[in-house]
């Protein structure tokens, strides 16, 4: 487990140059520089991005507040060997009016608010959230009523229904009916939005979530899960993640570094709790684009707004002959 950070340095005066931007651990694909010239020729056009909802499970600890993170297997084609939270898809079905979700905190119309999008939409993103929590941390926020949380979720007939969450087999809103128990919204708080820049082949716009994990549950182990997502996961204090990643030892999204940033000022898990109502949800979206590198070429200029630690400057090589006429030809589009 990484060391916790020694106490940053003071501040340097105001007239030394800046530091380099941190890369560290950041998830950086290599064919980005070419997807990035491309969209600029106009030679791919941007994929819809795919709703998607992710949780930052919290406990408190004698050193502070924890999160749960899950180590992506490097055979994934969407970062791969990267350390995230759980989360994932939007079911369509999570859309539908027809579904009749036992719904605790926050009613629809608040959450349509706050998320900034219809409420069928608010519905099946906070759905999305819970239900991707149980099936890949193996936690459930819900309840047989209002003011009750599940306490165990590991016997055989949980697993069961976790599997056939995944395999899409049971919709959500089935299962909770089935099982009798309310949907506890009330546990989550809003904390981030993000959407994978325009040139990535996968697009998510994702929103973050925060939510500490209930009395009496566990996260499920996953080293031994040949069919999921995941080879590993670890409760890390968020000083302890951030140090590990500007090491190089943690590859992580900037939403993930970023989002374990933002948590490092609070003591407890209440206060980033608390904290969730007041966040910004205006959506973070990478701009790239070509300049001109003083030695003529070019290089890529990737930024998120509001994250200058990200930005990347990438020395773009010559084209090789025909890529033009390849990508014409349908082989940067697929």
């Given at each position: ?30 064919e980005w ?133 995944i395999a ?43 939510a500490a ?122």
């Open positions: 487990m990484p060391s916790t950070p020694s106490s940053p340095s003071p501040s340097s005066p105001s007239s030394s140059p800046a530091p380099p931007p941190r890369t560290g651990g950041q998830w950086y694909p290599p520089p070419e997807r990035i010239r491309a969209l600029a020729a106009g030679r791919i056009v941007p994929v819809p991005p795919r709703r998607a909802a992710t949780v930052l499970l919290l406990r408190d600890t004698a050193g502070g507040p924890a999160v749960h993170l899950l180590r992506r297997r490097t055979s994934m084609a969407f970062a791969g060997g990267a350390y995230a939270y759980p989360g994932g898809v939007v079911d369509p079905r999570d859309e539908s009016d027809r579904l009749a979700v036992a719904w605790a905190g926050p009613a629809r119309a608040e959450w349509a608010r706050r998320l900034g999008v219809p409420e069928t939409v608010a519905q099946a993103v906070v759905c999305a959230a819970v239900r991707e929590t149980f099936e890949e941390a193996g936690v459930l926020l819900a309840g047989p009523d209002a003011d009750t949380v599940v306490a165990d979720t590991t016997g055989a007939d949980w697993e069961a229904d976790r599997v056939a969450l899409r087999e049971l919709s959500f809103a089935d299962f909770l009916v089935r099982r009798g128990l309310v949907l506890r919204g009330d546990l989550l708080g809003a904390w981030a939005r993000w959407i994978t820049p325009e040139f990535e082949a996968r697009r998510y716009d994702t929103w973050f979530f925060v994990l209930p009395a009496g549950q566990r996260t499920r182990d996953v080293s031994g899960d040949t069919s999921g997502e995941a080879d590993r996961a670890v409760w890390l204090r968020p000083a302890e993640a951030a140090a590990g990643y500007d090491r190089g030892e943690l590859l992580m999204m900037p939403p993930t570094i970023a989002t374990l940033r933002q948590l490092l000022p609070y003591a407890e898990v209440a206060g980033a709790l608390a904290a969730a109502r007041e966040r910004d949800l205006a959506p973070v979206l990478a701009r790239a684009y070509l300049e001109d590198d003083g030695a003529g070429g070019e290089r890529v200029v990737l930024r998120w707004p509001g994250h200058e630690e990200f930005t990347r400057h990438v020395p773009v090589p010559a084209e090789p002959p025909g890529a033009r006429d390849e990508a014409a030809n349908g082989g940067e589009a697929r």
